[in-house]
């Protein structure tokens, strides 16, 4: 589980934490500043990502297409 919660994190930062990519299961980016560029490329960056928390993002229609798209994983998509 990986909490950014009110963090300042970009899309570049998340970028970042490739290497965490293949084993992390639980995200949370409520409160950040991700944009919908980022979720061009999520899935290739955490393929095996289970729940997402987008709560209070800008994230957009496109990026959830995206997202629900190549996320196979997914269960658990929090946009509230």
Known sequence: FLNLDNTKIT????????PLG????NINL???SITNEL????????????????SETRIKNA????IAEHCLALTSI???
């Open 39 to 54: 979720f061009k490329i999520f899935a290739d960056v955490f393929p095996n990502i289970e729940v997402i928390n987008l």
């Open 78 to 80: 929090d946009l509230s």
């Open 63 to 66: 990026g959830l297409k995206k």
């Open 30 to 32: 409520c409160h950040t």
């Open 22 to 25: 293949k084993t992390l299961k």
């Open 11 to 18: 899309d570049e930062g998340l970028m970042a934490l490739k």
